[in-house]
């Protein structure tokens, strides 16, 4: 069974502080894998390494076998993602930023339109499409993040507490994008919202100081914790040697 | 997809951008501002417009060497604006190497930048003509030495755009080195007597000096060449040339690689 999303011995420090400590992971391909953890356990570092926005201080992390600190180009090219709470240029509309990330991905003419449609349409942006993104507020600017992560089809999603921002019924709607999407794709997933991990994903990887407490199916960590918000508290509080 | 294609597709959107912003046509209109100042005060000041067609083509390639300073303001955020706005976390996701990143927003400036100058150099020889009916053939290496002196302020911007934490950082720093250190630098050193061809603002000064120098500037408008307490020597233009590749070449090359090395906390 491939492994799309592979990561070995991750070390990360910022200056002296040590934020991921020997962190080792691996996804099944079609896999929902859910990371939690409390603030400051390592999961944005942990989704910036395999984004290519930051470099391990040592170990490797591989997508789709390709190396993401030493081939970058062909790593990225298999992932979708949204880290943070994406931000876009304010003078460019919905369409345009599609399509100027859209080319750079390859895509190309009618096919591009005709998915660029596609993608607004599932975010519900349908009557923003035009408007500069200068005018758009924080969970509009989401809704433009997943467009763009979903635009061309990739095999894996990497998000980052996708949901941020978004009203009640945008979290909803946000869920339902992902959960359908994650039916034939590999989903890597931060969240704090344990209600949200459970809907989406079928595994999660709890860690904490940067180190991995347990990585293991929902049912397995309900089984042995009596439900997966036990699993969390208790695995997250205990003292690290 | 070749890296070149995808270098159309980045210069393509970041030229765009610049159409986008207030600032491309803020700048645009001081170019005018300036021509147009030119144009009102010197005959209402002086007696009238200089004999000498060339010492009035020198005072108006003022407007196209202010467009110039435009770089510094397209390009201050070209890479700061990246971390700083977090815009980053999109464009940096895509497969796209940094360096293509860079010469794209690198290629969008200067492209920017050279429509300015263009548009300074138009009305520059429109009013030559009207007024003189000719225009000096050294207008084209004026033309020439402004695009290269462009190039070397955007390399420079690039170049603390690569290692600002902000835009506007990046954009404040680049003007004091370029319109202060500089030319406090270039000051002491052409009263001391020193060298000083390797200074960016006598570098800009030979847009207006390769008409003819400063002698030719100061006579033309009555001065007479009166001396002064110091010489101003006339810059080289060769070693001037040679100097604004170097800042040119450096500033970009550095800029591409300070941003392949910076990291997306």
Known sequence: MSEPIVIENLTKYYNKFLALDNLSLRVVANENVGLLGPNGAGKSTTLKILCGLLRASSGTAYIDGASVAEKPEQALSRIGAIVETPEFYPFLTPEETLGYLGRLRGMRGDELKRRIKEVIQLVRLEDWGTVKIEKFSRGMKQRL?????LLHDPPVLILDEPALGLDPRGVVEFREIIEGAGKEKTIFFASHQLVEVTQICNQVAII???????????????????SLERAYLELTEAPLD | MTKLEKLRIVAGYEFLKHIRRKRLYVILGLTLLAELLV????????????????????????????ATIGAIFFAGDAIAGEFENKTGYILFTNPVGRMTLVVGKYLACYAAVILLVILGYVIVSISLLVIYGSIPIETLSSFGLCLLYAGSVLSVTFFFSSISKGAMGATVITLVFIMVISGIVDSVLTMTGQPHWFMLSTNGDTIATVYGGYELFMGGFGGGGERMPFEFETPDIGL??????????????????????????
């Open chain 1, 208 to 226: 904490d100081h940067g180190r991995l407490l347990a990585y293991d199916s929902i049912a397995a960590l309900e089984k042995k914790y009596q």
């Open chain 1, 145 to 149: 993040g997943l467009a763009q992560a």
């Open chain 2, 240 to 265: 001037s040339v040679l100097s604004m590749v170097i800042y040119l070449v450096v500033g970009f090359v550095s800029s591409i690689w300070i941003s392949k090395r910076r990291q997306l906390a």
């Open chain 2, 39 to 66: 144009l009102i005060l010197v005959p209402v000041l002086g007696d009238g417009y200089p004999d000498n067609v060339k010492v009035m083509a020198a005072v108006l390639s003022m407007g196209p060497s202010l």
